[in-house]
């Protein structure tokens, strides 16, 4: 419900005011590519923490043109995004494959 408010209150003006470039949220991780020269990282940040006392958002930045979303890693060029698969360090393939054989 936090979330929801915090879409209709700021997110919303912020698209309408191309402060914000893009929005999307799952759940609760979110993202927000942002016109730097109409907001700051700073204020943004702020004002989402400020919302309610109970809530506390953290914040992954972007290095080295790239940022790690779900389970995306996603990748800044000049004219376009690049998108690969991300996995956490803690990740651990627990997948197996099961071969099954006919009897002869």
């Known amino acids: 419900m936090y979330l929801q408010y915090l ?3 700021y997110v919303k003006q912020c698209l309408e005011n191309r402060e914000f470039t893009y929005y999307k949220r799952y759940v609760d991780d979110m993202l ?7 907001i700051d990282e700073d204020i943004i940040y702020s004002i989402i923490n400020n919302t309610d006392e109970h809530l506390e958002f953290k914040v992954s930045r972007e290095e080295n043109k790239t940022i790690n979303y779900l389970d995306l890693s996603i990748n800044r060029n000049t004219n376009n995004l690049d998108l690969s698969v991300y996995r956490k360090p803690t990740y651990v393939d627990i997948t197996k494959t099961l071969f099954l054989q006919s009897p002869a």
């Open 32 to 38: 927000i590519i942002y016109e730097q020269n109409r």
């Open 7 to 9: 879409e209709e209150t």
